[in-house]
């Protein structure tokens, strides 16, 4: 008695989950990229893909529904479903941040960026190894290392904090940039909330492996 | 009420082994069951669970060659020495296949009374009605209560041998896989009638169905056979920790279905 089908199952969703979060990641990072680049197509794509995600996300809710119902899962299987449907949520709202970005883009349009995006590229890249390396730990039941990639969330608090007293340099200096300087401090909050997702997800994760609620925030 | 009150008050076992022969079929059983709530005993076929429940009524005592260890308290007084027809006044019990006598509904329930002294109709009536409106019976079969308990369903004849158990006021009631013969619609109104009842009653089920355990009990035990093949105590709990928490591998192992 091991349960295969039902392993087979859980599998199916882990992998599912863990696909969504590469897409996720993938968007974020690039969302950033094309509002260097000024890349217009680019944005387009992500916003466009965000419906992908959003159905995948659906996919999962509805594979645990599923399993919830005909394998009657219990203790440590149960924290499991549980949170895989907790974190693709996350993941999803994640999902839209970068799309968030990506329309912000748009918004900016063909106008040229008042000055390099200052540490916006850096707060994505720790945002988006946070995430990366929260999967990672949920894949290894690993809540030592999820406790510890959430202490990471203070560092990029940090660099918004950072970011945002920049920007009202820029409007200081010439009132016409408070529009960009508006939306360039959305898109430096919009990856202050990745990291705060991500702590989410290390809560989760501290869930399941160990049965105890935890507050990271 | 203080620890000691509660320990007085319940159902609970101190190091209780209990051997058929040269056989330990329970080995050195502790608990204490908590009064008016509903306790699980769960754990694969072997491990004990129903010998654990008839220890507490001395069923057990009926087979042969059969001795035990330690002790079984009922409000803090050994079963042990308890008049056996008083014990069973005291500790009802409720089996895996409805088993009511072939006599009539009121016959049924009026059984028990009449042979603890209530000889009086009228009063045999108060009693029989009481039983089975507590049993949810009642409304079914109160236009023909001189028919046959055997006519009744299968589900209704499992009430009705509940209200037969609770006709002489027991203070706890023991339920040995109560429902495993019985339709989900059945098994459904048994699981309610339960959760009434330990309002005024302190019941022990052993199941088989660890979705039944999870649904209807407060607190659930695990129990499992040792490399001797003796049934051991694993682990006891409030069901939400079993079911969601458990602190031993190997009730985690069973409950997930992983076991063996």
Request: hydrophobic share 40%; proline share 3%; with cysteine.
């Amino acid at each position: 008695m091991t349960r295969e089908i039902f392993n087979k199952e859980l599998r199916e969703v882990k992998d599912k989950l863990f696909q969504v979060t590469g897409d996720v990641r993938r968007n974020l990072k690039l969302s950033v990229r094309y509002l260097e680049k000024r890349d217009m197509t680019g944005a387009k794509m992500i916003v466009e893909s965000d419906e992908i995600i959003n159905l995948k996300v659906l996919e999962i809710e509805d594979l645990c529904l599923s399993i919830i119902a005909t394998q009657q899962p219990v203790a440590s299987d149960l924290r499991l479903l549980f949170s895989i449907l907790q974190i693709s949520t996350e993941i999803e709202r994640i999902g839209d941040y970068a799309k968030g970005i990506a329309r912000i883009s748009l918004k900016i349009g063909s106008e040229s960026l008042i000055r390099p995006l200052i540490d916006i590229p850096g707060m994505e890249q720790l945002a988006g190894q946070m995430l990366s390396d929260a999967i990672t730990a949920f894949t290894e039941d690993n809540a030592v290392a999820a406790e510890s990639i959430s202490r990471r969330d203070a560092r990029i608090d940090a660099m918004y904090n950072q970011v945002h007293r920049e920007l009202l340099t820029f409007v200081m200096e010439k009132r016409s940039n408070i529009n960009q300087t508006i939306m360039l401090d959305w898109v430096a909050h919009n990856l202050e909330r990745v990291g705060d997702r991500v702590t989410n997800i290390c809560e989760r994760i501290i869930f399941t492996v160990t049965g105890n609620s935890v507050d990271l925030n | 009420m203080n620890k000691l009150e509660t320990e007085a008050k319940g159902m609970s076992t101190q190091n209780y082994s209990l051997f058929y022969g040269g056989f330990k079929a329970l080995n050195r059983i502790s608990i204490q069951i908590p009064s008016n709530r509903i306790t699980a005993f769960i754990g694969p076929s072997g491990c004990g669970k129903s010998s654990f429940l008839r220890s507490f009524n001395r069923m057990n005592d009926l087979i042969p060659g059969v001795t035990t260890e330690g002790k079984v308290c009922i409000d803090g007084r050994n079963v042990a020495d308890e008049d056996v027809v008083q014990l069973r006044k005291k500790v009802g019990m409720v089996f895996q296949r409805p088993n009511p006598f072939p006599k009539s509904v009121f016959e049924n329930v009026a059984y028990g009374p009449k042979l603890h002294g209530v000889k009086n109709r009228s009063d045999l009536a108060v009693v029989v009605e009481k039983s089975l409106k507590r049993a949810a019976l009642w409304n079914e079969v109160k236009d023909d209560l001189h028919k046959s308990g055997m006519s009744l369903s299968g589900g209704q004849q499992q009430r009705l041998c509940i209200a037969r158990a609770i006709a002489v006021e027991p203070e706890v009631i023991l339920m040995d896989e109560p429902a495993s013969a019985l339709d989900p619609v059945a098994t459904l109104k048994i699981e309610e009638l339960m959760n009434e009842l330990k309002a005024n009653y302190t019941i022990a089920i052993v199941t088989h169905n660890m979705q039944q355990a999870a649904r209807v009990s407060d607190y659930t035990a695990f129990m499992l056979t040792d490399e001797n093949r003796a049934g051991n105590l694993i682990e006891f709990g409030t069901t939400k920790q079993i079911f969601t928490t458990p602190s031993d591998t190997r009730t985690e192992d069973y409950i997930t279905g992983r076991f063996g």
